[in-house]
């Protein structure tokens, strides 16, 4: 789940593109102090939310349904409020009482995650029929923006790419929606969209390069490049399952396998072939420098890495998955405290899928210190620990609104026969 930090890059590249000129002039002149950000009351974390405000709310959420605690109303208010008219979301608005408009810059990343988390948090909400109807809009604006060949991109209007459309599959599979039947203009599916990223096997093993891996996006040249992040989140959305699966059975070796037709599930099988090859080689997966970094050498991916042992949980790889959770329970504390909360969200996935417990994650309880980046949460109801969080469970949105249905039907007989 690297977009939010690629978002933010693309920002920083801006800003140096754009100050090159006066570096000079700088160098003698004092830097002024950014302003300090402001954090909304209700809000998750304490950076800026400028590119992932909804996005970290949205998976604190959802980590935290997992063990069976609720948030705070305050919180999930905060999220009802970023939502647009139509359903969709931006990545963070600052003045959600002004409308969105024209000038919105919608997120199909964080409408995903934030569809998913409405849904699971919504039973035990303060006004559980609102949260759930805002879920059902966040789904019906995200099959509006689908592209003709069947999937989505990061911001509507713009070519598909792996990321998104697997969120948007995980998102809709987790809301009870079948993603195959969600179809395009052109007659498309979501998976017909994500198949066109997968890397062909090459001679049923995987080896070395990107066979059976996943691109985040063809290069200019129209080639596909393996890509950690993206193989990660297609691998899940292959198996039709979203962020919080849990590990499958039985437990099986993934081995990569060219199919004479392309199917999702054996497309996302390769992928966790790949990812299982990548840490058979190191306990982690690693990502180049970020542009005018210090450091030039490839870093430890601490984010990509639990990812990936979700995937290959959810593909029923959990021993191949051994080695990098063992990896993030040692190393991954000092960099889940500097990121956040949904930087804690994705190791409670990864302890989830693995069945272990988040509550002692090496020397960290993974849940306590998610709790704390924003406010308290209510009590734990561990009766239902994950209604709505897994992909199996994306009952609570539309149980809710099959009751309204319900009920509303009644109150119609019961007004026509008083007219009567």
Not at 27 to 40: G, L, Y
Not at 149 to 175: E, M
Not at 362 to 371: M, V
Request: aromatic letters at 6%; one cysteine or more.
């Amino acid at each position: 789940m690297s977009v939010r930090r690629a978002a933010a890059a693309l920002a920083a590249g801006a800003v140096l593109s754009t100050t090159a000129a006066g570096v000079a002039a700088a160098a003698t002149a004092p830097t002024p102090s950014p302003a300090p950000v402001k954090i909304p009351a209700g809000l998750y974390g304490t950076g800026d939310p400028t590119y992932d405000g909804v996005w970290r709310q949205s998976l604190a959420f959802l980590a935290q349904r997992t063990s069976g605690i609720q948030p705070a109303d305050q919180a999930v208010t905060w999220l009802l409020g970023q939502q647009c008219a139509d359903g969709a979301f931006a990545s963070y608005r600052a003045e959600p009482a002004k409308p969105c408009d024209a000038t919105t810059v919608l997120d199909t990343n964080a409408t995903a995650a934030a569809v998913q988390a409405l849904g699971a948090v919504a039973r035990q909400s303060a006004d559980p029929a609102k949260t759930a109807q805002a879920a059902k809009d966040g789904a019906a604006w995200l099959k509006s923006v689908q592209n003709k060949d069947g999937g989505w991109s990061y911001n509507p209007g713009a070519p598909s790419d792996a990321n998104s459309t697997s969120l948007v599959i995980g998102s809709f599979a987790a809301s009870g929606v079948r993603p195959a039947e969600v179809r395009s203009a052109a007659g498309r599916t979501p998976y017909d969209a994500l198949l066109t990223f997968a890397l062909p096997c090459t001679g049923g093993t995987v080896k070395d390069g990107g066979a059976g891996a996943f691109a985040y996006q063809p290069d200019k040249t129209g080639k596909l490049l393996a890509n950690a992040d993206a193989t990660a989140a297609a691998t899940l959305a292959g198996l039709g399952k979203g962020i919080t699966a849990r590990g499958a059975a039985p437990e099986q070796h993934p081995v990569c396998t060219d199919a004479a037709r392309p199917a999702p599930d054996r497309a996302a099988r390769n992928g966790a072939a790949w990812l299982a090859a990548q840490l058979g080689k190191n306990p982690h997966l690693s990502t180049p420098p970020l542009p005018g970094a210090a450091e030039t050498a490839e870093l430890p991916d601490y984010g990509n890495t639990a990812d990936a042992v979700v995937a290959l949980a959810a593909a029923g790889a959990k021993k191949e998955a051994t080695g990098a959770l063992a990896w993030l329970e040692k190393n991954s504390a000092p960099w889940a405290k500097t990121n956040g909360p949904a930087a804690y969200a994705q190791l409670v996935f990864a302890a989830h899928a693995m069945d272990t417990d988040p509550r002692s994650f090496g020397t960290t309880d993974l849940i306590e210190q998610l709790n704390a980046t924003g406010p308290a949460p209510k009590a734990p109801d561990n009766s239902e620990a994950s209604a709505g969080a897994d992909d199996e469970g994306g009952f609570d949105v539309w149980w809710i609104i099959g009751i309204g249905m319900v009920v509303g039907v009644g109150i119609g007989f019961l007004l026509s026969g008083r007219k009567k």
